[in-house]
């Protein structure tokens, strides 16, 4: 009897089976070679003040990585706005285009940016894990490169563009306002490949929350820092040189704005002291923030003085990103 029920069920599955197959035929398009595209709908955010957030846009392909990632935020209308790249911390081994500092809502500080009249792109780049430097350069590089040439489309003046990052953020910030017009940073050309124009990795801007200027004092330490060079230690000074922004420093740099908190444990505020000086030195236009009682983060003992700390870094950042771009348009 059981064998009996456990036939008829099968020859019924079989039947059902066979008229589904028959019922329904499929059909999808088509390309004519593999297709590698990406067509998943945007992701598309609407955050106060009329703002519009698109949630990552692939910017860079490379063999052998995962695609590379953008945030983008766009004030309304069509005209064309000065464009803001922030390039997040995290150490060179982590970090995300949605986090900073002690900022429990970081998309909604770009937005208000964005609002204030800025596209602005949080990008994501390749990690010391994955490739050292000068990977994450050339990342911060195609990126600016790729908003440049979607220029039209993403309702961007791409003569006015400043960059601002925090911690090993803040050191890729540095670096590329520092080596423009630096082509041996690139990747190696591609045969067949036009090149990038001249002055298409260059900005007009840049602000630096607590970054890295020169590795040379802290290459002894073995850790993240050697790791993103990708060398030994003692590492060899050419690198740690090459890698320093310090070393690109000329009186064709754009405006700097440098904040770091002085009890800063992680990034010395020597770093930015360095910086201001060479800035200085090059005759750079350079202001210079330093808030006392504050670790890095702009963590202070206290969330209020964390807090106006935090701030405080916001609004001049704002506000010098209004001065400097808004002064290169008129």
Not at 290 to 310: L, M, N, Q
Request: net charge neutral.
């Amino acid at each position: 009897m059981v064998r009996n029920i456990a036939k008829m069920l099968l020859v019924a599955s079989a039947t059902l089976a066979g008229s589904v197959g028959a019922a329904e035929q499929r059909d999808f398009p088509m390309s004519a070679a593999p297709f590698t595209g990406d067509i998943y709908p945007d992701r598309v955010t609407k955050f106060p003040g009329s703002v519009t957030g698109l949630a990552d846009i692939t910017y860079s392909v490379i063999p052998g990585f995962r695609p590379l990632v953008l945030d983008l935020y766009q004030p309304a209308g069509s005209a064309a706005r000065p464009l803001i790249i922030y390039i997040h911390g995290g150490g060179w081994v982590g970090g995300h285009t949605r986090h900073a500092g002690a900022l429990s809502n970081f998309p909604q500080v770009l937005a208000k940016l964005a609002s204030e009249g800025f596209v602005v792109a949080s990008l994501e780049y390749r990690l010391s894990g994955e490739a050292p430097f000068p990977a994450a350069l050339q990342d911060a590089r195609a990126a600016l490169r790729f908003l440049r040439a979607y220029a039209t489309k993403y309702h961007i003046d791409a003569s006015r563009v400043g960059v601002w990052g925090g911690s090993a953020g803040g050191h890729l910030a540095a670096l590329l306002a520092t080596s423009c017009g630096d082509r041996s940073l690139d990747p190696a050309p591609v045969t067949g490949q036009t090149p990038p124009p001249a002055g298409s990795e260059c900005v007009q801007a840049a602000v630096t929350w607590y970054g890295v200027f020169d590795f040379a004092p802290i290459v002894a330490k073995t850790g993240n820092e050697v790791k993103f060079l990708g060398c030994g230690s003692p590492c060899d000074a050419k690198v740690v040189a090459r890698a320093s922004p310090v070393t690109y420093i000329s009186p064709d740099d754009p405006p700097f704005l440098l904040i770091h908190g002085e009890r800063d444990g992680t990034v010395d505020v020597a770093q930015s002291h360095l910086a201001e000086a060479r800035l200085r030195a090059a005759k750079v236009s350079v202001t210079a923030i330093y808030i006392p009682d504050v670790d890095h983060s702009f963590i202070g003992s206290k969330p209020e003085v964390t807090r106006a700390a935090t701030l405080k870094a916001i609004n001049a950042t704002f506000d010098f990103f209004h001065q400097v771009l808004d002064k290169a348009r008129k």
